[in-house]
């Protein structure tokens, strides 16, 4: 489905609901004006909110958490996540991919299981999304939905569910998350608003920004008709400070280096070394509409619209030390005496300058106008046809957007002669040199530093949507068999990136026009052409990084180190050829449509101390997967036009079948404590890159070298996941609980990740005519796989004001390749307390996670350090109608690691620093 005819669809859908509602307005004028009195589901404060979750939590025949808003508007974190992380068997991580960590969790997972088996929810149905950084638009990630697009502001409550039923939408194999907005007629007054206004202050870029959200109700006398309308702006400044080694080479064992040094043969070495600086400013902004109607006793009637856009221009500058153009591989120079071998890995090496020898080189990457997006429309209805039979629908379509429309990139060789070296000091910072260059200015243009090459994708909108409609019943029948659920659904997802063009250098005529370049000539371009390459069209100004750029995260490397401004670059890069047909990057392209039918029943039973369900769910998959591969231009369906050689659309159709069926049952011991059964066959699909995904490539740094870079696999089958879960749950007081649970799973067609080498038509510096070369793919692979674990939960109030709570998560996860496992934490902990009297409240959260396995990254491994994070609250009820608020984030300034395949390889360290947000909170 086209954006057009989508927009369209959603423009015609808002219409439709507000004809929809007038005229329900005029029928409530007919109906019966004693209308049944609603029970109010607003909770204020920390203690009330937490009875409330507990409640909702015992009440439940499925193991579930509960997380319940303080008051309207107010959930205990700014971050949805962030509240999140305090449930037991959750996971939080800040990255949703390798691009390392930024200083907001964006991603949730449960059980030790990757982000994408763990399906988020709105109000019971799915939500398309975007992500605003451009790794996550074309490379390895799906399905997971990123946090960054869901204000706290929205959330009434989150409902955590580790069991499944089979009225649940499949797509969660080890649970769902779904987040609760707030109804119109469940509001205690007949007209409230309710709002905050504020400033978050970052303390890295040191600066402010402005908070607002506003939420008003209105419900009718009668409680028939009610509308509620919220709307939110949200700014923030980021600064993220690293040190990036990007990837790992062998020194090959018939190389020179090899021969000369034979205890080198097979080591590894770092490819780039950086100093790192990432800026960025976000503004969230959105709204959500809701018209709720209860015409009669026996219906009901509800539309809501949700969108929400997250502008996120940012520039990323990496300063580098450069290993594979120095090593080559075991082609290039080798270090002097004294270097030192630890686990494979050329940990300590320097090397004395040679003349002519390239050691450094600098990449500055601006990205003006990324951002994403998401929105839905639901049209919901409820009938009780009779006493005895209740039946529901909802239709609903949703779309997400990625964007990334410009990147303005210039890539400078430097560092001739100066020599280099480092020293790897494990995970953390590492110390290293480019001799006696000067970091701190450029130079002199086109002698201490020269251009390599101008990269960069352009045009980038990864379009995720969704539409749907499903249908429920609920037949009461009353005594042991309480009640039969059955239902039927049918989506469509369609997810694809249509338009991408990687930008390269362009010689620039005098009407503007992009003319091909002359190799024989000094700057690549014809005589009377603008060359990138001339040091005369070199942007002039510069700027320096922070002056306590990267002081908290050790090491001793490059940090007083020049950058042009994004304005500069984006000046620059008019040298450029942007053409959309002849620069268009066909391995990038894809396209995904997945069709599910799915129908189940379910059998609800209860007795005096006891209730359980036992259902099947039926899913029916339908995919087709369309890439761009290289072909044969005598091919007769090759397409010609690409400078990236001649490439055809390739379309893989699969069909699968899964029955799923799941049981649960919930016993009270007494009337304290309660016993969980559950067991299920759940479902998740591949992330939607994992299937269609672009193919992204990083070239080597020398000639005859290995590149790397990421694909995809049509064939992946859905992922399936036998599980099982036994809980018990002690209420011993008020607001108070211990529990323990086990949990296993079982998961065939695990995605795993392997490496393929393939070859395609590369254009750079090296290869400025173009030549074929090889490239090692980390692309997915289906097996098989197994998590296992336990969780601990306490939480009790201490006296009348103080209350604590602590848990704790135990997950071990294998695969049948021996591959380690995504997303798997053996540890992750969290501790908290609070005070709250009539006046003032308090609380403190302390959040631990061990090192996990992310992924495959530049052909090596990409593990994540153990991490910690420490936040605190204040509130301050000033009157009925104003209270005061103090919400302190990562308060330990926490340092994200990252590291290879061991601890003597590291890959990244950053830090983000501390956010304070400060909101006068009103109602009326």
Request: aromatic share 12%.
């Amino acid at each position: 489905m086209t954006t057009t005819l989508r927009k369209t669809l959603l423009s015609a859908s808002i219409l439709a609901a507000l004809s929809f509602t007038g005229a329900a307005v005029a029928q409530e004028a007919a109906a019966d004006a004693s209308a049944t009195d609603l029970d109010t589901v607003v909770v204020r404060g920390i203690r009330a909110a937490e009875a409330a979750s507990l409640a909702a939590k015992r009440d439940e025949v499925t193991r579930v958490e509960v997380i319940s808003s303080e008051d309207i508007g107010k959930m205990p974190d700014k971050n949805v996540a962030d509240s999140l992380a305090r449930v037991s068997g959750v996971n939080i991580s800040a990255a949703s991919a390798n691009e390392g960590a930024f200083d907001e969790n964006d991603r949730v997972s449960m059980r030790g299981t990757p982000p994408s088996f763990t399906q988020t929810l709105i109000d019971g149905h799915s939500v398309a999304t975007g992500d605003w950084f451009v790794l996550n638009q074309t490379g390895t990630v799906g399905r997971s939905v990123s946090y960054s697009l869901l204000p706290a502001e929205l959330v009434d409550q989150v409902m955590v569910r580790k069991s499944s039923e089979a009225k649940l939408v499949e797509g969660g194999a080890v649970g769902n998350i779904d987040i609760i907005t707030r109804n119109p007629l469940n509001f205690d007054t007949g007209f409230s608003v309710f709002g905050s206004v504020g400033a978050v202050y970052a303390d890295k870029p040191e600066k402010w920004a402005p908070q607002l959200s506003v939420l008003g109700n209105w419900k009718n006398d009668a409680g028939t008709f009610g509308v509620t309308v919220q709307a939110f702006s949200e700014e923030r400044h980021l600064r993220r400070d690293g040190q990036e080694l990007l990837g790992y080479e062998q020194i090959a064992a018939d190389s020179a280096i090899a021969a000369s040094n034979p205890d080198l043969a097979g080591v590894y070495y770092p490819t780039l070394i950086g100093s790192a600086l990432f800026e960025q400013e976000r503004k969230r902004t959105g709204g959500k509409l809701t018209f709720q109607l209860r015409p009669t006793d026996n219906t009901e009637f509800e539309a809501n619209y949700f969108r929400s856009d997250l502008k996120a221009d940012n520039y990323n500058r990496n300063y580098m030390l450069w290993g594979a153009r120095i090593l080559g591989q075991g082609n290039g120079q080798a270090p002097d005496p004294g270097y030192v071998v630890r686990n494979g890995t050329l940990v300590s090496a320097n090397f004395t300058g040679v003349e002519g020898q390239q050691y450094g080189i600098y990449d500055e990457i601006s990205r003006p106008g990324s951002k994403s997006s998401t929105e839905f429309l639901t049209l919901d209805g409820k009938w009780n046809a009779t006493d005895s039979l209740t039946l529901s629908f909802q239709a609903g379509t949703s779309e997400g957007h990625g964007k990334t429309p410009t990147q303005d990139v210039a890539e400078w060789d430097l560092g001739f002669g100066t020599g280099a070296g480092w020293q790897l000091n494990g995970v953390g910072a590492a110390d290293w040199n480019l001799g006696s260059l000067n970091t701190s200015v450029p130079g002199v243009a086109g002698v201490d530093y020269r251009l390599d090459w101008i990269f960069g994708f352009q045009d980038i909108d990864v379009e995720d949507s969704e539409d749907w409609l499903k249908l429920d019943g609920e037949y009461y029948v009353g005594g042991t068999l309480s009640t039969i659920e059955f239902g039927v659904r049918d989506a469509r997802h369609e997810r694809g990136l249509d338009r991408i063009t990687a930008q390269g250098p362009g010689c620039i005529d005098s009407a503007g026009n992009v003319v091909p370049f002359d190799w024989s000539q000094p700057y690549w371009c014809p005589v009377g052409t603008q060359s990138p390459a001339d040091p005369a069209n070199f942007p002039v100004d510069y700027r320096n990084y922070p002056g306590d750029f990267a002081n908290g995260i050790g090491g001793n490397f490059p940090r007083d180190i020049w950058y042009h401004s994004m304005r500069d670059l984006a000046e620059y890069n008019r040298l450029t050829n942007r053409d959309p047909v002849e620069r268009f990057f066909f391995p990038g392209a894809y396209a995904l449509e997945e069709r599910s039918t799915a129908a189940y029943t379910q059998f609800n039973f209860e007795g005096d101390n006891w209730s359980g369900n036992i259902g099947v769910r039926y899913v029916r998959t339908e995919e087709e997967v369309t890439n761009y591969v290289n072909t044969d231009a005598t091919d007769p369906d090759a397409i010609t036009t690409s400078a990236f050689g001649p490439f055809k659309q390739v379309v893989t159709k699969n069909t699968y079948n899964d029955w799923l069926p799941s049981a649960n049952f919930r016993y009270s011991l007494n009337d304290d404590m309660v016993l969980r059964f559950a067991a299920s066959r759940t479902l998740t699909r591949p992330d939607f890159s994992a299937l269609s995904g672009a193919i992204s490539l990083s070239p080597p740094a020398t000639e005859g070298g290995v590149g790397t870079g990421t694909g995809g696999n049509p064939n992946l089958e859905p992922i399936i996941s036998t599980n099982l879960d036994g809980t018990f749950e002690w209420y011993y007081a008020e607001r108070a609980l211990l529990s323990a649970s086990l949990f296993s799973m079982n998961i065939d067609n695990y995605v795993s990740l392997g490496i393929v080498r393939q070859q395609f038509l590369t254009i750079d510096n090296l290869h400025p005519d173009g030549v074929l070369i090889d490239y090692d793919l980390s692309v997915p692979v289906g097996t098989g796989a197994k998590v296992k674990g336990i969780e601990l939960a306490w939480e009790a109030p201490i006296g009348e004001y103080f209350g604590a709570f602590a848990n704790y998560t135990y997950a071990d996860g294998e695969t049948d390749d021996g591959s380690p496992m995504l997303g798997t934490s053996k540890n992750t902990y969290n501790l908290g307390a609070y005070f709250e009297n009539d006046l003032f409240s308090a609380r403190v959260n302390y959040t631990y996670r061990s090192e996990f396995y992310s992924g495959l990254d530049r052909a090596s491994a990409f593990y994540q350090d153990e991490i910690d994070s420490l936040s605190a609250s204040l509130g301050w009820k000033i009157s009925d109608n104003f209270s005061l608020s103090l919400d302190a984030l990562n308060l330990n300034n926490p340092k994200t690691k990252y590291y290879a395949e061991n601890r003597d390889r590291p890959r990244s360290i950053y830090e983000n620093g501390r956010q304070y947000y400060l909101n006068l909170r009103f109602n009326y």
